[in-house]
């Protein structure tokens, strides 16, 4: 999980992916959207353009993100779009009122998916589509891997917090999105690699805003810590080209629609 008040720009960390998330859902000009944890609004923003003669509503749960949301929307003149301060888990959508949700990495963390899905498909018109994004398994991740060894964390100790890859076994998602009044559940392999700053400094600045990172640095005395972040430095260092700091990942694009 990322805190995405850090120093670089989560928008620009999966960069690749939006593309490939774009192509997927579609949106057409009349159409309605919805966008489940929506950050700083880029993907909300992206839809609104496509749905010229609909909207987009995003939502998350950082006040912090909507204010900017907010802001950048009202900068890029985009006047199709709103945003709120919203737990899409429990939130009283308007039922019935969307013709597609959207979701990139913002679907993974909730406490009881079955009865957040179901919450969120109340909001889809019959036959809506639910189309995200999610992270594979924690092991078809490069980022994971690299930055967990780096800091001596077993896998267990790295995942204490929100869990970023629960939605990464496909069995696991059909079953949940079934019981939550979803159909004709497909999976889209998503190998796109992910962007972690110009060099080595920004990188390290980034992943040090990660919460399973500060976890483990928090855990540890003052030569512990200094010790870790001279292994991940090194690691990040490792993986700098001429093009900035990348890291191999795997995603699945989910899609669905309402029974």
């Known amino acids: 999980m990322v805190d995405r008040s850090g120093p670089c720009d989560y928008d620009d960390e999966v960069r690749r992916h939006d593309e490939v998330l774009r192509r997927?859902?579609?949106?057409?000009?009349?159409?309605?959207?919805?966008?489940?944890?929506?950050?700083?609004?880029?993907?909300?923003?992206?839809?609104?353009?496509?749905?010229?003669?609909?909207?987009?509503f995003g939502v998350d749960i950082?006040?912090?993100?909507?204010?900017?949301?907010?802001?950048?929307?009202?900068?890029?003149?985009?006047?199709n779009v709103t945003f709120e301060r919203a737990d899409a888990q429990v939130h009283r959508f308007p039922q019935g009122r969307f013709d597609v949700v959207i979701s990139r990495f913002g679907t993974m963390f909730f406490a009881d998916p079955v009865a957040a899905f179901a919450n969120v498909g109340r909001a889809l018109r019959p036959d809506?589509?639910?189309?995200?994004?999610?992270?594979?398994?924690?092991?078809?991740?490069?980022?994971e891997g690299a930055i967990r060894q780096s800091l001596a964390a077993p896998a267990?100790?790295?995942?204490?917090?929100?869990?970023?890859?629960?939605?990464?076994d496909p069995p696991t998602v059909t079953g949940i999105l079934e019981a939550a009044g979803f159909a004709e559940v497909t999976f889209t392999d998503v190998h796109e690699p992910v962007y972690y700053g110009p060099d080595v400094a920004a990188a390290l600045?980034?992943?040090?805003?990660?919460?399973?990172?500060?976890?483990v640095l928090d855990r540890l005395d003052p030569a512990g810590a200094a010790s870790a972040l001279g292994r991940l430095r090194e690691m990040l260092g490792a993986h700098?080209?001429?093009?900035?700091?990348w890291f191999d990942s795997r995603a699945w694009i989910v899609a669905a629609c309402r029974q």
């Open 24 to 56: 997927a859902y579609g949106v057409q000009p009349h159409e309605h959207v919805l966008d489940i944890g929506c950050g700083l609004g880029q993907t909300t923003r992206e839809a609104a353009r496509m749905a010229q003669a609909g909207s987009a």
């Open 62 to 79: 950082s006040a912090p993100a909507i204010e900017r949301a907010r802001e950048l929307a009202r900068a890029q003149g985009i006047s």
């Open 128 to 143: 809506g589509r639910l189309v995200m994004m999610v992270w594979q398994a924690h092991d078809r991740n490069e980022w």
């Open 156 to 168: 267990a100790v790295a995942a204490a917090g929100p869990d970023p890859f629960s939605l990464g």
């Open 205 to 215: 600045d980034w992943v040090r805003g990660f919460v399973c990172t500060r976890e």
């Open 240 to 245: 700098l080209s001429d093009n900035g700091v």
